[in-house]
């Protein structure tokens, strides 16, 4: 039973954009306090991306700083990623995250339950 299904991967060349999706199932979206954006390199341990709190609070990680947003629309239960002025270093698997409303640290992997099964994006010069 597929809980978070993301989209929105591809391949893009450096300075472009891409914004990913996320949608969430009713089990998830009905009880969550960290919802976030995840990402692995090959050979590269996987590395908090961007956070959101149910409060509305973002994290963002310091190389995504100021080139990446976090939103979440409730409406639809979906959470997006906008990822602007694109670097071949954001080539990743790309995935989101979901807690089950425990209040924790959004930084930690460990405080996530949920994740989806990953969207590839590549940026090339």
């Known amino acids: 039973q597929v809980r978070l299904k993301e989209s929105g991967g591809g391949s893009v060349q450096v300075g472009g954009s891409l914004r990913l999706s996320c949608e969430a199932s009713?089990?998830?979206?009905?009880?969550?306090?960290?919802m976030g954006w995840f990402r692995q390199a090959p050979g590269s341990e996987r590395e908090g991306v961007a956070h959101?709190?149910?409060?509305?609070?973002?994290i963002y990680g310091s190389s995504v700083k100021g080139r990446f947003t976090i939103s979440r629309d409730n409406a639809d239960n979906t959470l997006y990623l906008q990822m602007d002025n694109l670097k071949a270093e954001d080539t990743a698997v790309y995935y989101c995250?979901?807690?089950?409303?425990?209040?924790?640290?959004?930084?930690?992997?460990?405080?996530?339950?949920?994740w989806g099964q990953g969207t590839q994006v590549t940026v090339s010069s």
């Open positions: 959101i709190m149910s409060d509305g609070r973002t």
């Open positions: 995250a979901s807690d089950r409303g425990m209040i924790g640290s959004c930084l930690d992997p460990g405080q996530y339950y949920y």
């Open positions: 009713y089990v998830v979206a009905a009880n969550w306090y960290c």
